[in-house]
């Protein structure tokens, strides 16, 4: 069965903090995604990524960054937390020629 | 500037009663939608989607509705029943390949909620 691994389902991190959220998808899928969740603003993309080394800024890329070393794997680093970055943090993957996506469990991360 | 619009937040149905949920969009050059639900602490699962060239899909107690002149969406449950009690989310994508690379458009979602 397909799937696609958060690290942690929970976090609480002090403002100022680096923060790495990791995301591990095991269906060899080419695209991965990262988006967060707000009550009343639906899910809103952050960053995606097509390809190893490549990324692209979603929406609201401001105060993330990523990194994808490897196909499988793609990370959000939040630079310095600060609390309107606490929220739900979903990843999700696709292949390259189907649509929709598979989504991981969700990091619900608080930042204090 | 919001592509894709769920106008209610709430929903609160009967069990066996019938549920419809509602997606705008405004971009014509969308070619395929998909409704997703979610639990709380859960990530979205995928429920049924439709793409540009057909008006109905249906599966099982789920039915989806594409008016593209209207650029409208809706999503049909039924019965209704206690479990489907979740957030759903309508999404639109374009072309799975090219530049875009299938980036999925979420709307804001609507918490339905099915009482026994």
């Known amino acids: 069965d397909v799937k696609v691994t958060q690290s942690s389902r929970y976090l609480v991190k002090r403002t100022g903090e680096k923060v790495f959220l990791e995301c591990v998808q095991d269906?060899?899928?080419?695209?991965m995604f990262w988006y967060r969740q707000d009550p009343g603003l639906g899910l809103r993309l952050i960053y995606f990524?097509?390809?190893?080394?490549?990324?692209e800024k979603g929406d609201i890329p401001e105060g993330y960054s990523v990194s994808r070393e490897k196909k499988e794997r793609f990370s959000l680093i939040l630079e310095s937390a600060s609390t309107n970055q606490t929220s739900m943090y979903l990843c999700?993957?696709?292949?390259?020629?189907?649509?929709?996506?598979?989504f991981g469990s969700g990091t619900r991360l608080t930042v204090v | 500037d919001q592509q894709v619009k769920q106008n209610s937040p709430s929903l609160s149905v009967q069990e066996g009663r019938i549920s419809i949920l509602n997606c705008d969009y405004t971009?014509?050059?969308?070619?395929?939608f998909l409704w997703y639900k979610k639990y709380p602490a859960e990530g979205p699962t995928f429920l049924i989607s439709?793409?540009?060239?057909?008006d109905k899909n249906e599966d099982g107690r789920f039915t989806v509705f594409l008016n593209k002149s209207a650029k409208h969406l809706s999503l049909h449950i039924v019965p209704s029943q206690p479990g489907d009690s979740a957030v759903y989310f309508c999404?639109?994508?374009?072309?799975?390949?090219?530049?875009?690379?299938?980036?999925?458009?979420f709307g804001q979602g609507t918490i339905l909620t099915v009482h026994p």
């Open positions: 971009n014509s050059m969308f070619d395929y």
């Open positions: 999404a639109v994508q374009s072309n799975a390949g090219g530049t875009s690379y299938g980036k999925l458009t």
């Open positions: 439709i793409s540009s060239i057909k």
């Open positions: 990524s097509y390809d190893v080394k490549m990324k």
């Open positions: 269906m060899d899928h080419e695209n």
């Open positions: 999700a993957s696709r292949t390259g020629t189907t649509y929709g996506y598979t």
